[in-house]
Antibody, heavy 118, light 110 residues
Framework: QVQLLQPGGEAKEPGASVRVSCKTS????????VSWVRQAPGQGLEWVGH????????YSAQSLQGRLTLTRDTSTSTAYMDLTRLTSDDTAIYYC???????????WGQGTLVTVSS | QSALTQPASVSGSPGQSIAISCTGT?????????VSWYQQHPGKAPKLIIH???NRASGVSDRFSGSKSGNTASLTISGLQADDEADYYC??????????FGGGTKVTVL
């Protein structure tokens, strides 16, 4: 079955960087893009970015441009999200999704809580 | 890219039908048939229920249906059940080659 596995949480100080992994299984990783969305406490879903199936193209929310890097490792079927210069506004649950091209995600990971606090 | 506009809350009694609207622009909802809907229960990941405006995701009840007219998409839930109580989000592909989400609608079953 399709699975996207994410770590449970990361605690970071302001100004630090975070890497969130998304290990996939149960489908042909090279056939799908990966989208990332985040959800701040008590708030709605916010699209973060997308990496294409062949890794050639990445797109990010305008508010995060310059701080967000999306990559993927075909050998381990894992996608990564790197976010730098963290502030308290980045505190959120970050979800990775299998992007079909017609939906940001038909399957989603369980989410990684990134907490930014001094 | 501005978020799509959804009502903050919608409620209905068991067995009733409710509709949730999702308004965007010609650069997103109106310009593409890549509109999807997600259901999210508290503490859980989003679950895809509708894709490409009106196609139900695998295993989703036929009580859920989607449609679109112009820049506004809609999700209808018929025969409302207690387990339908959740947050619902619409999403659309955009001309900027990004995805945009709505602010979310809390559905309450009275």
């Amino acid at each position: 079955q399709v699975q996207l596995l994410q770590p449970g949480g990361e605690a970071k100080e302001p100004g630090a960087s975070v890497r969130v992994s998304c290990k996939t299984s149960g489908f042909a990783f090279t056939n799908y893009g990966v989208s990332w969305v985040r959800q701040a406490p008590g708030q709605g879903l916010e699209w973060v970015g997308h990496i294409s199936a062949d890794s050639r193209h990445t797109y990010s929310a305008q508010s995060l441009q310059g701080r967000l890097t999306l990559t993927r490792d075909t050998s381990t079927s894992t996608a990564y999200m790197d976010l730098t210069r963290l502030t308290s506004d980045d505190t959120a649950i970050y979800y990775c999704g299998r992007d079909t091209g017609t939906a940001a995600g038909d399957y989603w990971g369980q989410g990684t809580l990134v907490t930014v606090s001094s | 890219q501005s978020a799509l506009t959804q009502p903050a809350s919608v409620s209905g009694s068991p067995g009733q039908s409710i509709a949730i609207s999702c308004t965007g622009t010609s650069s997103d909802v109106g310009g593409y048939n890549r509109v999807s809907w997600y259901q999210q229960h508290p503490g859980k990941a989003p679950k895809l229920i509708i894709h490409e405006v009106s196609n139900r995701a695998s295993g989703v009840s036929d009580r859920f249906s989607g449609s679109k007219s112009g820049n506004t998409a809609s999700l209808t839930i018929s025969g409302l059940q207690a387990d339908d109580e959740a947050d619902y989000y619409c999403s659309s592909y955009t001309s900027s080659i990004t995805w945009v989400f709505g602010g979310g609608t809390k559905v309450t079953v009275l």
